[in-house]
């Protein structure tokens, strides 16, 4: 069994930062890749950034480019997503994403979400 909890969101105005963290925990896996997606109401989940397996391979969003950093600490099993100059369009809910084999059976694992809300 593996799980994911989230933890960093909350009320924050607008050009403020917060930092979203991801940890995996259970027995006996290997992390690949690791993301965020968000979904504001009415909308569809969107992909905001992902790292692989190696701090290399980074992808973002043209939305967050230059204002969110995704970073993993693999000691730590855990993602970690560094978000500035926050916009009232980046209210969401948050969710980590994590790409993981556990006994030779490789799963999509997702977090339980974490609301950001920007607003004055």
């Known amino acids: 069994q593996v799980q994911l909890v989230e933890s960093g969101g909350g009320l924050v105005q607008p050009g403020g930062s917060l930092r979203l963290s991801c940890a995996a925990s259970?027995?006996?896996?290997?992390?690949?890749?690791m993301a965020w997606y968000r979904q504001a109401p009415g909308k569809k989940r969107e992909l905001v950034a992902s790292?692989?397996?190696?701090?290399?391979?980074?992808k973002y969003a043209d939305f967050v480019k230059g204002r969110f950093t995704i970073a993993r600490d693999n000691a730590k099993n855990t993602n970690y997503l560094q978000m500035s100059n926050l916009k009232p369009e980046d209210t969401a809910v948050y969710y980590c994403?994590?790409?993981?084999?556990?006994?030779?059976?490789?799963?999509?694992?997702w977090g339980q979400g974490t609301q950001v809300t920007v607003s004055s």
């Open positions: 994403l994590m790409n993981i084999v556990r006994g030779g059976v490789g799963n999509r694992y």
């Open positions: 259970g027995d006996a896996f290997k992390i690949y890749d």
């Open positions: 790292i692989g397996t190696t701090t290399g391979s980074l």
